[in-house]
């Protein structure tokens, strides 16, 4: 029978209990006004956004209303050029449409700030497809937007999949199989809005038809999932 041995522990003293309550205290205070100083700048990001929106639609109201002007009185002589006629028209048409997405802009940045009420939570906010040239690749853009109550962080994960025909069968392809896109690319992580886009190459033969989106988060006490459906049409 092996004899009892002796075993000597050192008595932790006072003020090191106290020293470790102290620094897990501030790291407790650190961590929760360091995360509450980035929402407040981000939302004043936003809302100095909005701002300059408002500016710059200001503005261009401005000259398209002058320029309007400018052709209904260019329109009425009978010495104006053809020329100089067509010239001022695709001024209009630009400054136009140059409002109308500033418009579109201002409209999305202040549903951020005043979201209408029955909408709540993870949002698929706008879904577009566009390709300049004939020879370019598609490009995709997703804004996801939490809507309502803006208390915390969304974070997860967003799943974009092409469905279409290809050789007369159906076929369903992932966003992430048809470009040179990482894992982190559609990954989330906001808390008022994040845009997700890229570039995508369509198999050879293949014909598009819609694209499915489902965006979920993840860690919340309570997870949310937002879906929608496009039709492809470019």
């Known amino acids: ?75 009425q002589s009978a010495k104006v050029d053809t020329q100089s006629n067509q010239q001022l028209v695709d001024s209009v048409k630009q400054l136009q449409e140059t409002q109308r997405q500033l418009e579109a802009e201002l409209k999305f ?49 967003v799943e974009l999949k092409l469905h279409g025909q290809l050789n007369g069968s159906p076929t369903v392809y992932e966003f992430r199989e048809l470009g040179t896109f990482l894992p982190k690319h559609f990954q989330f992580q906001f808390r008022y809005f994040q845009n997700i886009e890229g570039n995508i190459a369509l198999p050879e033969g293949f014909i598009a038809q819609h694209v499915t989106i489902q965006a979920k988060t993840k860690g919340l006490r309570k997870n949310q999932t937002a879906e929608k459906q496009i039709d492809w049409n470019i």
Do not use: C, H
């Open 1 to 75: 029978m092996s004899e009892p041995q002796l075993i000597i522990t050192q008595k932790k003293s006072l003020f090191w209990y106290f020293a470790w309550g102290v620094l897990t205290v501030f790291l407790l205070y650190l961590s929760f006004y360091g995360g509450r100083y980035l929402a407040i700048e981000e939302q004043q990001e936003t809302i100095e956004k909005a701002a300059w929106l408002e500016q710059k639609l200001a503005e261009y109201q401005q000259a398209y209303q002058k320029a309007n002007e400018d052709l209904v009185m260019q329109t």
């Open 109 to 157: 940045y202040r549903n951020i700030m005043a979201p209408e009420l029955e909408q709540e939570g993870l949002t698929i906010a706008e879904f577009e497809l566009s390709k300049l040239n004939q020879g370019e690749t598609p490009r995709f853009k997703l804004v996801l937007t939490q809507a309502g109550r803006q208390e915390q962080f969304l974070k997860g994960e």
